[in-house]
């Protein structure tokens, strides 16, 4: 597990041995661009989050933090604060427009769950 900090420190605090289970996985994979390097490609599935510093004009667009919403979010303890954080945060940042075919996160989830019990991960 690596762990991040907001001042730029990271860390790695523990690690798996290999897995030998036949059961299928999934994994996220995290990415560090620099704000002035504009993302290109057609067939890439990227949504960057402006996760510290600030953005270049014209550079690139932003997948907005998500707010917490009643119904779809994960309950949490102090959803009131992150959402206020989330509108100070998105203020700033040159958000991706919506497009007509994104599903709400519970959607997304509930598709890469079906994808992942048909035994595929690809569209």
């Known amino acids: 597990m690596l762990e991040a900090h907001a001042d730029g420190g990271a860390r790695l605090v523990g690690r798996a041995g290999p897995d030998r ?7 996220l994979n995290l990415g560090y661009i620099s704000t002035s ?3 290109s490609g057609n067939r890439l ?7 510290r510093s600030n953005p270049v004009t ?3 667009f932003y997948q907005p933090y998500p707010k917490y919403t009643e119904g779809e979010s994960i309950p949490f303890r102090s959803w009131q604060e992150w959402n ?9 940042v040159p958000l991706r427009p919506p497009a ?8 997304t989830t509930r598709r890469v769950i ?5 035994g595929t991960v690809c569209r």
């Open 21 to 27: 289970s036949a059961k299928r996985r999934c994994g």
């Open 37 to 39: 390097t504009r993302i």
């Open 45 to 51: 599935h990227l949504h960057p989050i402006l996760v």
């Open 58 to 60: 014209d550079v690139n």
């Open 84 to 92: 206020e954080r989330v509108y100070v945060l998105n203020a700033g």
């Open 100 to 107: 007509e075919d994104d599903d709400s996160p519970i959607e």
């Open 114 to 118: 079906v994808r992942l019990k048909k």
